[in-house]
Antibody
Framework: QVQLVESGGGVVRPGRSLRLACEAS????????MHWVRQAPGKGLEWVAVIWYDGSNKYYGDSVKGRFTISRDNAKNTLYLQMDSLRAEDTAVYYC?????????WGQGTLVTVSS | QTVVTQEPSFSVSPGGTVTLTCGLS?????????PSWYQQTPGQAPRTLIYSTNTRSSGVPDRFSGSILGNKAALTITGAQADDESDYYC??????????FGGGTKLTVL
C-alpha cells in the first residue's frame, strides 16, 4: 500500500537550517508530483511547495519563497525540504503529500519547532 | 494574492444535512480550480474526501458529496454522524503547480 514517511523534524534555533525527508513506497514515485504542506499549532493547513514528478518545476508559497528548497531523488523514492533561515513562525507539523490538482495520499507528518 | 474563504465554524444535528462552502475573496470558484476537500481530526493527518469538485476518494461514504453552488464549491454531508465532527479544509488549484488552502471549517455535531 501507499506509504509516505516523513523524518528530520526537531527543535532548531531561529536562523538555522533543517532538512526534512519523505520516503515514499507503494506507488511509482518518479511519476508523481509531490508537495509539502504544513500546519502550525492550533492553525489551519498551509501549502508550502510542490515539485513536479521529474523535478523540472518547483513552486513555493509566499511565506517560504527564497528560504525553502524542495527537491527529490527519484532513485531513492525520497522527497526533501531544505529549510534555511528558519523563523519562529515556521514552527509546524510538516506533511508530505502526493498529487497534482489535489492531494491523494498524505504522510503522518514531522514536527519542526523553531525556538531559542 | 489568492484568498480562499470558508466558514470558520458550523454545527449540525445528528442525522441532519450540512453544506460547507469554499469561495474566493475575488471571483468565482469553478471546476477549473479542481476544488478538493479534506477532513482532519486533532492529531491526525488530513484525509482526502472529495477531489475534482465531486469525485469521492476511495472508501469515502456516499453521504459526502461535492458540488459547485453558485460561485462557490460546496461539501454536503447528508445524515451527519458523531464521527463527522472534524475540521474540513478545501483546496483550490489556482494555477499551474500552486494550491491554496481555505482557512478550514470546524464542524460540530450536536
Amino acid at each position: 500500500q501507499v506509504q509516505l514517511v516523513e523524518s528530520g523534524g526537531g527543535v532548531v534555533r531561529p536562523g538555522r537550517s533543517l532538512r526534512l525527508a519523505c520516503e515514499a513506497s507503494g506507488f511509482t514515485f518518479s511519476s508523481s508530483d509531490m508537495h509539502w504542506v504544513r500546519q502550525a499549532p492550533g492553525k489551519g493547513l498551509e501549502w508550502v511547495a510542490v515539485i513536479w514528478y521529474d523535478g523540472s518545476n518547483k513552486y513555493y508559497g509566499d511565506s517560504v519563497k527564497g528560504r525553502f528548497t524542495i527537491s527529490r531523488d527519484n532513485a531513492k523514492n525520497t522527497l526533501y525540504l531544505q529549510m534555511d533561515s528558519l523563523r519562529a513562525e515556521d514552527t509546524a507539523v510538516y506533511y508530505c503529500a502526493r498529487g497534482t490538482t489535489h492531494f491523494d495520499y498524505w504522510g503522518q507528518g514531522t514536527l519542526v519547532t523553531v525556538s531559542s | 494574492q489568492t484568498v480562499v474563504t470558508q466558514e470558520p465554524s458550523f454545527s449540525v444535528s445528528p442525522g441532519g444535512t450540512v453544506t460547507l462552502t469554499c469561495g474566493l475573496s475575488s471571483g468565482s470558484v469553478s471546476t477549473s480550480y479542481y476544488p478538493s476537500w479534506y477532513q482532519q481530526t486533532p492529531g491526525q493527518a488530513p484525509r482526502t474526501l472529495i477531489y475534482s469538485t465531486n469525485t469521492r476518494s476511495s472508501g469515502v461514504p456516499d453521504r459526502f458529496s461535492g458540488s459547485i453552488l453558485g460561485n462557490k464549491a460546496a461539501l454536503t454531508i447528508t445524515g451527519a454522524q458523531a464521527d463527522d465532527e472534524s475540521d474540513y479544509y478545501c483546496v483550490l488549484y489556482v494555477t499551474s503547480g500552486i494550491s491554496v488552502f481555505g482557512g478550514g471549517t470546524k464542524l460540530t455535531v450536536l
